[in-house]
């Protein structure tokens, strides 16, 4: 390609989240295909992770909602965009998209964003907020509930000229995620660490500390499981930090101490390497009492070739291939979880390989990052007229 595509992504943090993971992944995807590819960002845990020879990233406070520094961030962004040339900026948050939005105007260049989540509104001036998402050249979608999502609620911001929405499915690194991968040594380190009996049928829900992730949900359908009989011993595994959440973590912990589940329920904060959790679990739950705009969660353990349960609304539902991949149950209803849960324990361990396997076989087959990269920089390419 005689001139390089130059292209921008910014993104409030880091960190290790679905949206940074994909922001991540396809800023040295683009290096790699001859691209000069940048990153806008405050900060967080994955810069550590950027090789600075194929991505070069400019820090400002992108996270804030500040009017004023969204204002002085869209004028930092034009004076990048104009110094190195850029060609796309491609905004993966609200507060940054709006700084995004005036840049891309000042200097005339293709603007895409990315909707990952249902930022949900209470009045119309929330909903305006948000609608900066579908302001875009291109709106990338990152599942077809997503996708009805924007159309139903957003279809009057959406102006149909020169403007394109389409659904492209978040990917995993599949070389990270590969249970083939995980040295035993590490799973004995992080069983160790964290005191984890892996004589006991182990049920991990992974996912940071908030109130729609379903942590509730969890810890009472766990007590409905202790108490049926002929089930065999088991433990539950709530990974993720509460980002502050305090208070709801301390709720947690008290629910667990009144259902007496202090020895069968433990929270571990955070683990350096996700792949190992999944490959220690028997069987991982996604609790989100919320529609998922994707469920990553979902995917990460069927790659990992874990089974998985989850909730029956939002993205899990195209991601998971009902009683096949995984299984789902009534959102909100810990009975039915418990239930569901309390059936899986009873099948063999073959059934289980095979829906691990099956899980894994789809997520190749549908969530691969590399296809996630390629079909982005193909419509990035047809966004400047390339193809």
Not at 27 to 55: M, P, Q, R
Not at 263 to 291: G, T
Request: net charge positive.
């Amino acid at each position: 390609m005689k001139n390089k595509i130059k292209v921008l992504q910014v993104i409030p943090t880091l960190g290790y989240g679905g949206a940074e993971t994909g922001c991540y992944d396809l800023a040295h995807y683009l290096a790699e295909k001859n691209c000069k590819s940048f990153i806008i960002t405050s900060g967080g845990d994955l810069l550590k992770f950027i090789d600075k020879k194929k991505v070069k990233v400019f820090k400002l406070p992108v996270h804030s909602k500040n009017p004023f520094l969204i204002l002085i961030n869209s004028v930092l962004i034009s004076l990048i965009i104009l110094i190195y040339n850029i060609n796309i900026v491609h905004a993966r948050s609200r507060a940054p998209a709006w700084s995004c939005l005036i840049a891309t105007k000042i200097t005339a260049r293709k603007f895409v964003t990315t909707f990952h989540g249902t930022y949900n509104f209470n009045n119309r001036l929330k909903k305006f907020y948000n609608s900066v998402m579908v302001r875009s050249n291109l709106v990338i979608a990152g599942s077809n509930f997503i996708f009805s999502h924007i159309n139903n609620n957003y279809s009057n911001f959406f102006l149909k000229k020169n403007k394109k929405l389409l659904v492209i499915f978040r990917g995993i690194n599949l070389n990270y995620f590969d249970p083939k991968k995980i040295v035993p040594s590490k799973i004995e380190k992080f069983l160790k660490k964290n005191n984890v009996d892996r004589n006991r049928f182990i049920i991990l829900l992974p996912g940071r500390i908030t109130t729609w992730k379903g942590q509730r949900i969890f810890i009472e359908a766990l007590k409905q499981l202790n108490t049926k009989k002929n089930v065999q011993s088991f433990t539950g595994i709530i990974l993720g930090s509460d980002q502050g959440r305090t208070v709801y973590k301390k709720q947690l912990l008290a629910l667990v101490q009144r259902h007496r589940l202090s020895k069968i329920i433990q929270f571990i904060e955070h683990c350096d390497e996700m792949p190992i959790s999944y490959r220690v679990a028997n069987l991982v739950c996604s609790c989100s009492v919320e529609p998922e705009a994707f469920g990553r969660v979902s995917v990460e353990a069927q790659a990992m070739e874990v089974p998985i349960v989850a909730s029956d609304i939002g993205g899990s539902i195209e991601t998971i291939i009902k009683d096949k991949t995984g299984f789902f149950y009534k959102s909100d209803d810990f009975n039915a979880l418990a239930d569901l849960i309390h059936s899986i324990m009873q099948k063999d361990y073959n059934s289980l390989k095979s829906i691990g396997h099956e899980g894994r076989k789809n997520v190749i087959k549908k969530f691969d990052v590399d296809k996630m990269c390629h079909t982005t920089f193909t419509e990035y390419k047809k966004l400047i007229g390339l193809i």
